[in-house]
């Protein structure tokens, strides 16, 4: 009989789970389960973006694209981001498409990681991060930021994480799970930690659209001389509604994105064909309309972000005001549990499914996440529900 354990990577064989897919595989089990915990728009697809990747199909392109992605798509990514955070890159060698920004973090992450190498990871965070980084032999080292700051990421807590081994920082802001946003000021505090150290910056921007209270998103990589040392990786997932597309893009130093370059080239190819030409009509009509459809998908965002922030401050849950993405990460530790017991007893006695704290990292520990990509009937529904719990369990 064959031994698996001795065959299998041990870094690949011994990675945990993902903590929102292990929960939502035992709520997916519950008949008539009420769910906040997907981090994924209710939004369909607008129709005319739709409409390009039918009509791609129906004109016969259904072929690999060059590798890198459509070069008339990495074009319009360089209008975008000249525009959007004023920073241009060249679309012949400083853009790659992929395959979803998940699959830009990874290849960013293989071709700046050697082993041993330690890449900081402000926590919470977005569950794949800290595998992803091991998967390349490298180690991934936690900063656990705090309620207390926002959640956001301050020079404190970044320097004194920093050793000889340190090679990197992964920023993600707008922050999956929390909602926190770092604005220009906060960047600018850790700029010269980052420069002094000589760190290279992974910058997870795919919710660097949907910001709230009429802040304007800032990018690391407009900063000071930050563009040559900032890997930028965003997509069309969030705020164009195209999460099953399955499309990202990667923006960097050309010498960056060459070595990305060929790790794409041999492990996907090119992204879907289908996918870049409904995404080039995504982004060529928003460009044109002044981002019509996204910011009235904003619009039903904002509405519910207040909704739940009022429902959670009258049952007397802490939480502070998320200024970005689609999720609130309220604190629990007043009813004497942490946020896995919380979610589970939630779960158990109300049929509604939220995410515990703890799967973003030991910093979310007494926290859970609540998605608002929902219907504002599914918000109420589940809000009436987790009240009632409250009110049982308080007595």
């Not at 492990?267 to 289908?274: D, G, K, P, Q, Y």
Request: net charge negative.
């Amino acid at each position: 009989m064959i031994d698996y354990n001795s065959i299998l990577n041990p870094v690949a064989r011994d990675i945990k789970p993902s903590g929102i897919r292990k929960f939502f595989g035992i709520a997916a089990t519950r008949k008539d389960c009420l769910s906040l915990g997907v981090g994924e728009p209710d939004f369909s697809t607008p129709t005319i973006f739709s409409q390009a990747g039918i009509k791609s199909i129906n004109a016969g392109k259904t072929h690999y694209t060059a590798n890198a992605g459509l070069l008339e798509l990495r074009d319009l990514i360089s209008k975008y981001t000249k525009q959007f955070i004023g920073v241009e890159y060249d679309p012949e060698d400083e853009i790659l498409i992929t395959v979803g920004a998940s699959e830009g973090i990874d290849a960013a992450l293989r071709a700046v990681c050697a082993p041993g190498d330690e890449i900081l990871i402000p926590e919470p965070c977005f569950v794949c991060y800290a595998p992803l980084v091991s998967l390349c032999g490298a180690i991934p080292v936690p900063i656990e930021c705090t309620i207390d700051d926002e959640f956001k990421l301050t020079p404190t807590l970044l320097e004194e994480k920093i050793t000889d081994k340190t090679k990197g920082l992964l920023l993600a802001y707008p922050n999956n799970p929390t909602g926190a946003v770092m604005e220009e000021n906060d960047l600018k505090k850790i700029v010269p930690i980052i420069e002094k150290h000589n760190l290279i910056v992974f910058s997870d921007e795919i919710y660097g659209e949907l910001v709230y209270d009429g802040l304007k998103f800032t990018s690391i990589a407009s900063i000071g001389d930050m563009r040559e040392r900032t890997i930028v990786i965003s997509g069309f997932s969030k705020y164009f509604a195209m999460t099953g597309w399955r499309l990202g893009y990667v923006c960097a130093p050309r010498q960056i994105i060459e070595v990305m370059h060929k790790i794409h080239q041999y492990s996907v190819m090119c992204a879907s064909t289908v996918a870049q030409y409904t995404a080039y009509e995504a982004l060529n009509t928003s460009l044109k309309n002044g981002f019509k459809e996204v910011h009235e998908m904003m619009l039903v965002y904002d509405t519910r972000r207040k909704y739940i922030l009022k429902r959670l401050n009258e049952m007397g849950l802490d939480c502070f005001t998320p200024r970005g993405a689609f999720y609130v990460f309220p604190s629990v530790k007043s009813t004497g549990m942490d946020g896995e017991e919380f979610a589970y007893a939630l779960l158990d006695a109300k049929n509604v499914a939220v995410v515990p704290g703890g799967a973003f990292g030991a910093s979310g520990k007494d926290f859970i996440r609540i998605s608002y990509a929902y219907s504002l009937d599914v918000i109420e529904k589940a809000f009436d529900l987790i009240e009632e719990f409250l009110r049982e369990i308080r007595g």
